[in-house]
T-cell receptor, first 116, second 110 residues
Framework: DVKVTQSSRYLVKRTGEKVFLECVQD?????MFWYRQDPGLGLRLIYF???????EKGDIPEGYSVSREKKERFSLILESASTNQTSMYLC???????????????FGPGTRLTVL | SQQGEEDPQALSIQEGENATMNCSYK?????LQWYRQNSGRGLVHLIL?????REKHSGRLRVTLDTSKKSSSLLITASRAADTASYFC??????????FGPGTRLSVLP
């Protein structure tokens, strides 16, 4: 079974702090993703990565950055946390299928971040 | 951009009844997937249906896809209390990333 783990289930930080959320997958997946989930808005893609040291902006990258130094690890960084970044953060990974493209995503348990 | 939209937003049924959730989307898709999320947890993949398929089954789940209407439905038969969760559809548009809808909250009452 694919396992995607996230460094914390719950996190409380103060406005202006630098926050690191880490995600590790153990299935040698090429693709990794960071989403945030807010009530009524579903999941919104923040950043994704198709390979080591590669990153692409998703739909809402502002205020976030990412790092992928190793294939199994994808970190989300909040450079200066703000209260509007209080949310549930979900990491996911998938294989890079070419034909057909399926990309079933496997999710971690999520990190509920509160910024005070 | 919001692609998949689930309907209804919330659904309450009695154990043993069937639950039907719908998903509508706006653009062409390569495939559509349904995921389940238990309260406060990550999403779990349930089933994938490709654009050239019309119906797919997995255990008590049945998914249909109507590309002419740009809609899909997820049917859970003989529901159980353990089926209580939020259900999301996610659409994939050839080479693009998945787009998730806001979800349907299903409550199955014992």
């Amino acid at each position: 079974d694919v396992k995607v783990t996230q460094s914390s289930r719950y996190l409380v930080k103060r406005t202006g702090e630098k926050v690191f959320l880490e995600c590790v997958q153990d299935m040698d997946h090429e693709n990794m993703f960071w989403y945030r989930q807010d009530p009524g808005l579903g999941l919104r893609l923040i950043y994704f990565s198709y390979d080591v040291k590669m990153k692409e902006k998703g739909d809402i990258p502002e205020g976030y950055s990412v790092s992928r130094e190793k294939k199994e690890r994808f970190s989300l960084i909040l450079e200066s946390a703000s209260t509007n970044q209080t949310s549930m953060y979900l990491c996911a990974s998938s294989r890079r299928d070419r034909r057909p493209k399926t990309d079933t995503q496997y999710f971690g348990p999520g990190t509920r971040l509160t910024v005070l | 951009s919001q692609q998949g939209e689930e309907d209804p937003q919330a659904l309450s049924i009695q154990e043993g009844e069937n639950a039907t959730m719908n998903c509508s989307y706006k653009t062409s898709i390569n495939n559509l997937q349904w995921y389940r999320q238990n309260s406060g947890r990550g999403l779990v993949h349930l089933i994938l249906i490709r654009s050239n398929e019309r119906e797919k089954h997995s255990g008590r789940l049945r998914v249909t896809l109507d590309t002419s209407k740009k809609s899909s439905s997820l049917l859970i038969t003989a529901s159980r209390a353990a089926d209580t969760a939020s259900y999301f559809c996610a659409t994939n548009n050839y080479g693009q990333n998945f787009v998730f809808g806001p979800g349907t909250r299903l409550s199955v009452l014992p």
